[in-house]
């Protein structure tokens, strides 16, 4: 077998059977051994092969996007709430550049990825051709992992490697470099899997120490964040706070976050920094869970960038990458051994009526909302008021902006939908970053996933407008506006969605949405809503 | 003043008027200097400030553009048309990395960029906040200059070395990245311009040595590139072709070819290397000038990378960045004193008529095509036989894909349109890729941009298709088959164009198609035509 057939079995070996792919040339041996990795073949080959065994159909399965940004957000959805990486294929630097940024945002919510780019045949880099590119360069802006792999033997080895080191260090972006002739050359073997190295635990001590400030009796805060915002987590900290009066808080960004009726009901940080000092004032000690200490997202003239609150002491349960879950249960036991969680009632919103505002478009979601729903947020602005109104909603997850480079959207839906065919997916996304990767729209067409996408069409670049104000940029004017307005010409996404395969409406009511929404998640296959909210501000 | 508007003083000072822009809060400060630096004011401030005098109105001329893949392939299309640069405004690592494959294909094309990438405050840095990013290591794949600037005093001097290094070495990306405490910081001192490094003139005794080899009768065949794709390099090289019986070849992608009735009309090399080596068999030597011996765009099994004939030799008169256009004039001179340039004479297909067809769209084209026009040409396999077709058309530019990182097509046409407004712009754009960077289209409708685009739409990856055979990947079956395919859905470039401004049409004859575009032509603004061309092959 070759190369590229030996990397897919690996692969497939390993659990990883998702690859969303844009190719190019150097990458045409990778798109042909899809087909001659089947599901029989699989195991079969290979002193080392290992058979996949027992799950059905173990081929890997090519997910084409048209944009590479959409081939890497799409890999971070899918990880997100598969659990479990996919693969995806780049073409050489240029297409790594154009997957960038939302590997970056795969690395800020630590998702275990794949990243295969393709590169020219070995032999052919000396002659610096067109596409010659750094890709090392490139990659190595993810501080994640990074092998090129440098012969056919070793390349199901190297993918093996990959795969486990994708899932380690709490996860993050595992970036594997083939070029051609690995790919083409023979003498390929597919590998068992690599286990992952497993979480570091967190050492007794430390819990004892934190467990020690919840009993002073003095104001706590509880920050988490990772998979801590998940079910287990969220249960944890839930007893511990009733317990002890701390108040827990969900990290600004959580990469998944499970909320809803039947869930403890966590407030998340803000987004401001001005939120965040507001939140946090008066807390003697932060205790802070898998995530880091609140710093602001931008820096402001005069205005602090280390959002812990003055004189508070900082107290780290768990670092990013530790077995923060397994240190939240071992906390809750050790203060809140029989304590029950305080559970989230169900509990919605009326449905509203007339013209579309920030408010009442949250309040058709949160009444409309169905059980098991996954929510891709990039509402940015429009969506402020969104927690209030979901947070009753049946039991949901919600796919946050993690890195904050815009884009990500569109393509962690269609992700999240690949490996969720049973869920209702729905993708809140603003209309200043829509155009980033919305051929998302096409794949989620070709796929027939099942995305309703509500576009919060305010046309402007509304957080920019709030953000100049914020910098203390004081003597804008038309020109400065100019670039942070998206009308001339409004953009009619109705239009731009039909044309890549989505049915698709506008809403200018509240009592249109609604009708829109029920009827979207009636129906198998994308809808995208063009729904014309104005600016909250 | 503060750094934002010396910033941008010393930008306009120095001729660069233009800044297309992809801002997030960490540019708000530059994107508010935009007011503040106006034509009264920006050459009467600072003790180093110059005078832009006398070109009318000076000031900075922000484009925005809903991606940063459109902002650099703008920026490269404004200076291959302007010949000075112009400034980019791009948001940290991702927003770079967004642009990445678009300023690759400027470097490959020479073109001077002023590629300016806000980044966090200095101080900022520490907290490592979600945006935080490599951006020195993503732009250092781009092997061109880069500088960070330390200090609001500082910035302006920054620029002006910016300006100056972007337009040496024959032309590069000079990256400054710009904290945003340097922006908003006061004390900034816009500074006169810093005059570039002039390109290295060729010796007298390359220039007699290539003569020499030129008149030994022996076959040889004379590849340009770089700057002498234009008038003056390829009037001189038609008159040493006439004198010594050389043959010219210009390479396979040029920056900027000028060509048509009245110009020398020079063969150009082909993409495939199998045409390459069809073109180059035979000749004992090979004189380069302007760009270096060709080489296969990518590795195939068994077949060569370097496409100079076996035995011949090569003879470099200038080097990419050297003076090739003073070398081919002083060569000229040399073999060929008295010697007149073969002009090509004015001649166009006629008209065709029938369902479109890889031929007779460009028929069409080489009919119609109007004197002046500019081609930005992204038209891959769509586009091989209209070279032929547009020979003897009047006097026009070509754009091509210098480093074959598709998405440019779009954006190069949006840049060129600015930098020449009284100029047809053309942009001849392949399906498969058009999606990248499809956003450029709301660009040329908010500014209302000269543009016709030909959306040639086969529905499928062709040119992969072709490289599937190519690379000999023979077991290829549905699922590699399904990764080439662009149909399902089909996609809608009408619907796709007004939904972001741009009027659009449909051609499914070549009637309909010349109706199409001579209508376009004779409106302002832009249009784009769904044209429906079969595949080549």
New interface residues.
Partial sequence: MNGAQSLIRTLVNAGVDVCF?N????E??F??????VSASSAGGHGANASSAGGHGGPEMR?V?A??E?VVTGAADGYARVAGRPAATLLHL???L?????NL??AR?AHTPIVNVVGD??T??KK?????E??IE??S??L?GWIRRSGSSVDVGADAAFAVAASQEAGGQVATLILP??VS?GDGGVAVKPVPPKAPQQVADTTVKAVAEVLRTGEPVALLIGGPACREAGLLAVSRVASATGAKPFVET?PARLERGAGLPSVERLGYLAEQVTYQLTGFKHLVVAGT?SP?????Y?GKP??LVPEGAQVHTLAEPGQDVVAALAALADEVAPDVEPVLQQAQRPALPSGPLTAQNWVEVIGALLPEGAIISDEANTSGVLLPAATAGAPRHDVLTL????I?QGLPVATGAAIAAPDRPVIALQAD?SA??T??AL?TM??ENLNVTTVLLNNRAYA??RM??Q???????????N???D?S??????????????VPASRATTAEELADQFSRALAEPGPHLIDALVPPLM
């Fill in positions: 792919a190719p190019g040339t150097s045409m041996h798109v042909a051994a899809l087909d001659s090519g084409l048209l944009f940004g630097g240029p297409g550049g154009n997957g960038l940024a970056h945002n800020r020219h045949a032999y052919h002659y610096d051709a067109p596409l590119s750094d360069a490139i190595s802006s501080k051609a002739d083409w960004f880091k710093v602001s997202f931008f820096a003239p960038g280390d993690t890195g904050g480079a884009g200043g155009l980033y919305i051929s096409w067409a070709r957080i920019l953000e100049l914020r910098v203390g940029a004081t003597t804008s004017g038309p020109k400065a100019e670039l942070l998206l001339r010409p409004d953009m009619d996404f109705v239009k731009i969605a039909e044309g890549m395969g």
